[in-house]
Antibody, heavy 120, light 109 residues
Framework: QVQLQESGPGLVKPSQTLSLTCTVSGGSISSDDNYWSWIRQPPGKGLEWIGHIYYNGNTYYNPSLKSRVTISVDRSKMHFSLRLNSVTAADTAVYYC????????????WGQGTLVTVSS | QSVLTQPPSVSGAPGQRVTISCTGSSSNIGAGYDVHWYQQLPGTAPKLLIYGNSNRPSGVPDRFSGSKSGSSASLAITGLQAEDEADYYCQSYDSSLKVFGGGTKLTVL
């Protein structure tokens, strides 16, 4: 079955750019019945949907982050990526990638998550 | 504040039944959008528990059930077990966004 794995730096300095990659295995990243999403969870807090990308590159972002977020896909490498610029301490969180079912908008499966700390 | 409202905590003894509510509004659950539930065990990623209001993915015990009525939804857990101690999140759709409840911590006494 499909498995997702996040990777990227665990520490980012304030005002710099957070960059993460999610590698998809066990299935096709070019499937037309799902999106690929990023979700984050600040320590001790709830979940926030960041945005998603379709296999053809179409994206949709949470308006609260839209000005700072870019999600891209590389089908040849079977991965999709998140870039969040101008980060502050408020962006410190565990970042998850997940498959989002197009018809129902639920997330399954999720990657294991990666903690990104914004600190100088 | 989360768009969907959940109680911060619930508790129950082993073997008991507990319910977790998820209250939305006319722009999300009340608009007919489905509700999904996730279980997050300590230190792990959320796992899909219920999708489409009341459907269980393969492998999820039938002790877990979901329902929806009006602008609210509920997750019920029967025959409570120690391993059910976790955070539970509801999720729906609102104004082109996927939105989550604030989460409910379930304590098994």
């Amino acid at each position: 079955q499909v498995q997702l794995q996040e990777s990227g730096p665990g520490l980012v300095k304030p005002s710099q750019t957070l960059s993460l990659t999610c590698t998809v295995s066990g299935g096709s990243i070019s499937s037309d019945d799902n999106y690929w999403s990023w979700i984050r969870q600040p320590p001790g807090k709830g979940l926030e949907w960041i945005g998603h990308i379709y296999y053809n590159g179409n994206t949709y972002y949470n308006p609260s982050l839209k000005s700072r977020v870019t999600i891209s896909v590389d089908r040849s490498k079977m991965h999709f990526s998140l870039r969040l610029n101008s980060v502050t301490a408020a962006d410190t969180a565990v970042y998850y990638c997940a498959r989002e079912y197009l018809g129902g908008n639920w997330f399954d499966p999720w990657g294991q998550g990666t903690l990104v700390t914004v600190s100088s | 504040q989360s768009v969907l409202t959940q109680p911060p905590s619930v508790s129950g003894a082993p073997g008991q039944r507990v319910t977790i509510s998820c209250t939305g509004s006319s722009s999300n659950i009340g608009a007919g959008y489905d509700v999904h539930w996730y279980q997050q065990l300590p230190g792990t990623a959320p796992k899909l528990l219920i999708y489409g209001n009341s459907n269980r993915p393969s492998g999820v015990p039938d002790r877990f059930s979901g329902s929806k009525s009006g602008s609210s939804a509920s997750l019920a857990i029967t025959g409570l077990q120690a391993e059910d101690e976790a955070d539970y999140y509801c999720q729906s759709y609102d104004s082109s966004l996927k939105v989550f409840g604030g989460g409910t911590k379930l304590t098994v006494l």
